[in-house]
């Protein structure tokens, strides 16, 4: 089935490659609404397995490619709640590059967008792409549903906890604005360690000398690929 907003997917060549397409467009095809919302549009969507564990996703010129990390190991893959958010992660680097307090205020919209639509059963952008209208396994797909919302909930409920970027409403929150800012600052440090963004000709040198630290080049394993164009239907 055709997606919208995304040229095509690549996974790795792997023998279970079926069960990682079908994450990895089961998250695409979540995430469309918010793309076709904002007119976004991402060339290559594909799956990555760096050498470098900590690293979950890549954005590449601000969407011509986007890497996202499905598995925890070569034979294990993660829950679809963390690939789902580390794709909105990914998505928000189209608007904003580094992790100030414009991307995080983006990356709360947009989970609270993909919450909502979770809730309702809506995925893709055509006419029928709901889950609650496919006949059969309706129960199943509503046990699914409220499983996936509660994860992506509790997700930002413990990102909230660690300071959310924003220094506003410290007596609200219960934390001290120093305290605040020294969570947000912890944040912003732990999502540099976790997801890169690179533009055209920008090399690893540059980007180290940017975050002010040095990084080992980002090698997959297992570079080679399968392709599927989705700009058409199967």
């Known amino acids: 089935m055709a997606l919208s907003c995304f040229r095509q997917v690549v996974v790795l060549e792997k023998d279970d490659r079926d069960s990682a397409r079908t994450l990895l467009i ?9 793309m076709v919302k904002r007119k976004w549009r991402v060339g290559t969507l594909r799956e990555f397995l760096p050498q470098n564990r900590s690293l979950l996703g890549l954005n590449v010129n601000r969407g011509e490619t986007i890497s996202i990390r499905l598995r925890a190991s070569s034979s294990s893959f993660l829950e679809y709640s963390h690939i789902l958010g580390t ?40 006419p029928f792409e709901c889950e609650g209208r496919r006949s059969g396994g309706q129960q199943a797909d509503a046990c699914m549903r409220d499983a996936t919302l509660a994860a992506v909930l509790k997700r930002k409920r413990n990102q909230e906890l660690m300071g959310s970027g924003r220094l506003g409403g410290a007596e609200k929150s219960g934390f001290s604005v120093r305290e605040l800012a020294g969570r947000a600052a912890a944040r912003r440090a732990r999502d540099e360690c976790t997801c890169q963004t690179r533009e055209e000709g920008e090399g690893e040198d540059a980007r180290a000398r940017e975050r002010g630290k040095v990084r080992g080049r980002t090698r997959d394993e297992g570079s080679k690929g399968e392709v599927i164009d989705l700009t058409g239907e199967d």
């Open 26 to 34: 089961k998250a695409a095809k979540q995430v469309e609404p918010i």
């Open 87 to 126: 794709l909105l992660h990914e998505l928000a680097h189209i608007s904003v590059g580094p992790h100030n307090e414009r991307f995080y205020a983006l990356l709360e919209e947009l989970e609270q967008e993909a919450a909502s639509l979770i809730a309702k059963g809506i995925v893709g952008v055509g």
